[in-house]
């Protein structure tokens, strides 16, 4: 779990005035964004962006292989399980 503290914050407009700065130091770990003392976003190294998106996308797969393997067994249209993985993230699409 990621925890943040006083030095993972930064302003939009110390962001705007020493980016160089704040890309380095998010090399370390991922910096908030303040707006308006609003948290507006988070600045990540393009490595820790790159582990996320792999990790997401692992997550939809492992969704989508437990929605396929919980469909009936039964295949009175002789599919195979590629045409029935299609079909199945098909419906999540329609679902959304």
Same mark, same amino acid.
């Not at 407009?13 to 964004?33: D, M, N, Q, V, W």
């Not at 797969?61 to 249209?77: C, G, K, V, Y």
């Given at each position: 779990? #990621?925890? /943040?503290?006083? %030095?993972?914050? *930064?302003?939009? @407009? =110390? #962001?705007?005035?020493?980016? $160089?700065?704040?890309? =380095? ?5 991922? #910096? ?8 507006? $976003? ?5 490595? =820790?962006?790159?582990?996320? #998106?792999e990790s997401y996308e692992? *997550?939809?797969?492992?969704?989508? =292989?437990?929605? @396929? /393997?919980?469909?009936? @067994? %039964?295949?009175?249209? %002789?599919?195979?399980? /590629? ?14």
């Open positions: 779990m #990621l925890s /943040f503290d006083l %030095d993972s914050l *930064v302003s939009a @407009t =110390a #962001l705007s005035r020493s980016l $160089g700065k704040y890309l =380095a130091k998010c090399k370390e770990k991922p #910096l908030l964004i303040l707006r308006n003392n609003e948290v507006e $976003g988070v600045l990540l190294s393009a490595e =820790a962006y790159r582990e996320l #998106l692992l *997550v939809q797969d492992i969704r989508l =292989a437990r929605e @396929t /393997f919980e469909q009936p @067994t %039964d295949n009175p249209e %002789d599919k195979d399980v /590629f045409e029935i993985m299609r079909e199945v993230e098909e419906q999540g699409r329609v679902q959304r």
